[in-house]
């Protein structure tokens, strides 16, 4: 049984940082690529970073790009994302996602290419 489990989230001020991580178990992550996405109240879940099975091929949002850092374990079967120069728009419950179908390579950022997620972790960034 595939499982994802977050772990990193808390309160910080604008400006701080946070390092969430996702440990994937019930398969061999090694070769899946993964993804980061998160959920504000009232808001729809939208993308925030991905990276390739390899780590090689990274994508991110927009609005985190140049702040957040995604990355995996030297295992594989874990994945951080590096949070940086925090703003309180950040404010969210943060998720890990990995697809059951993937291609060689690939990186996903679209919420339709995922099939398993973790319970999720809170960050709050406070003014």
């Known amino acids: 049984q595939v499982q994802l489990v977050e772990s990193g989230g808390g309160l910080v001020q604008a400006g701080g940082s946070l390092r969430l991580s996702c440990a994937a178990s019930?398969?061999?992550?090694?070769?899946?690529?993964m993804g980061w996405f998160r959920q504000a109240p009232g808001k729809e879940r939208e993308f925030v970073a991905a990276?390739?099975?390899?780590?090689?091929?990274?994508a991110y949002a927009d609005s985190v790009k140049g702040r957040f850092t995604i990355s995996r374990g030297n295992a594989k079967n874990t994945v951080f994302l590096q949070m940086n120069s925090l703003k309180p728009e950040d404010t969210a419950v943060y998720y890990c996602?990995?697809?059951?179908?993937?291609?060689?390579?690939?990186?996903?950022?679209?919420?339709?290419?995922?099939?398993?997620w973790g319970q999720g972790t809170q960050v709050t960034v406070s003014s």
């Open positions: 996602a990995v697809p059951k179908y993937y291609s060689a390579g690939s990186v996903y950022t679209t919420r339709n290419r995922y099939d398993y």
């Open positions: 019930g398969r061999t992550f090694s070769s899946y690529p």
């Open positions: 990276i390739s099975a390899s780590g090689g091929s990274t």
